[in-house]
C-alpha cells in the first residue's frame, strides 16, 4: 500500500490550501483515513480522521472549524481543506490509513503512512 500526499507549500497566514492524499490497492473505500502532523521539536499529533464511507469526521480542537477532510473513494483520495491558517499550523502533514474499525485519532491506530508534504504559513 502506498499513500502519495501532495499540496502543500508556503501560504500567508489567513490563507488556504488543500492536501491530497491519493492511495493505491483496490480496498481504499473500505479503510478510515486520518490526517496527523509533526512541527519541528514537536511530537506527531492527530489533526482529522474520516470514516471509509465518510460518514463520520473527527477533528482536533486546534483546527476544529478551519480544516475539513473529505474523500473520494472512486478516486482513492482523501483530502484536507485548510483555512484560515496559522503560522501554529506549520507542520509537515501526513494522511494515514486506519487500522481499527473505528475513526482513531492515535498514531498507532494507523498502519500506513504517507511521506508526508510540508506546510509553512507565514505571519
Known amino acids: 500500500v502506498q499513500l502519495q500526499t501532495s499540496g502543500g507549500g508556503l501560504v500567508q497566514a489567513g490563507g488556504s490550501l488543500r492536501l491530497s492524499c491519493t492511495t493505491s490497492g483496490r480496498t481504499f473505500s473500505t479503510y478510515n483515513m486520518g490526517w496527523f502532523r509533526q512541527a519541528p521539536g514537536k511530537e506527531r499529533e492527530f489533526v482529522a480522521t474520516?470514516?471509509?464511507?465518510?460518514?463520520?469526521?473527527g477533528y482536533a480542537d486546534s483546527v476544529k472549524g478551519r480544516f475539513t477532510i473529505f474523500r473520494d473513494n472512486a478516486m482513492n483520495t482523501v483530502y484536507l481543506q485548510m483555512n484560515s491558517l496559522k503560522p501554529e499550523d506549520t507542520a509537515v502533514y501526513y494522511c494515514?490509513?486506519?487500522?481499527?474499525?473505528?475513526?482513531?485519532?492515535?498514531?498507532?491506530?494507523?498502519?500506513?503512512w504517507g511521506r508526508g508534504t510540508l506546510v509553512t504559513v507565514s505571519s
Open positions: 474520516i470514516s471509509w464511507s465518510g460518514g463520520s469526521t
Open positions: 494515514a490509513r486506519g487500522a481499527a474499525a473505528r475513526v482513531a485519532t492515535t498514531p498507532s491506530s494507523y498502519d500506513y
